[in-house]
């Protein structure tokens, strides 16, 4: 039983940067592929960014080069760092978990079967 806690989000200016923090327990945190995905009021969920065990990440192409994935094995975290927000960022962010052995870095949600509460970004201009 994996359990996933997302923390980090808030308001902010356009332009500006947050870090979004997942806490994981309950499963082997360095075999799991895990990612970040959002989800707008009327729209479907959609992967933001991807990381495997093995560190390599994978991005979306509205977040490539603002958005950074990473995560603290020790500590068992996963992070999202968000720079040059828009508008068009402010959604309800999700961490997502798989416990698949794949190498496969997905950003469709069917992939993932863990998934936090979600925490909220807004995003003001």
């Known amino acids: 039983q994996v359990q996933l806690v997302e923390s980090g989000g808030g308001s902010v200016q356009a332009g500006g940067s947050l870090t979004l923090s997942c806490a994981a327990s309950?499963?082997?945190?360095?075999?799991?592929?895990m990612g970040w995905f959002r989800q707008a009021p009327g729209k479907e969920r959609e992967g933001v960014a991807a990381?495997?065990?093995?560190?390599?990440?994978r991005y979306a192409d509205s977040a490539k080069g603002r958005f950074t994935i990473s995560k603290d094995n020790t500590q068992n975290t996963l992070y999202l760092q968000m720079n040059s927000l828009t508008t068009e960022d402010t959604a309800m962010y999700y961490c997502?978990?798989?416990?698949?052995?794949?190498?496969?870095?997905?950003?469709?949600?069917?992939?993932?079967?863990?998934w936090g509460r979600g925490t909220q970004v807004t995003v003001s201009s």
């Open positions: 997502a978990a798989a416990n698949r052995r794949s190498t496969l870095l997905s950003l469709v949600k069917i992939w993932y079967n863990y």
């Open positions: 309950g499963s082997p945190y360095s075999t799991a592929s």
């Open positions: 990381i495997g065990a093995n560190g390599d990440t």
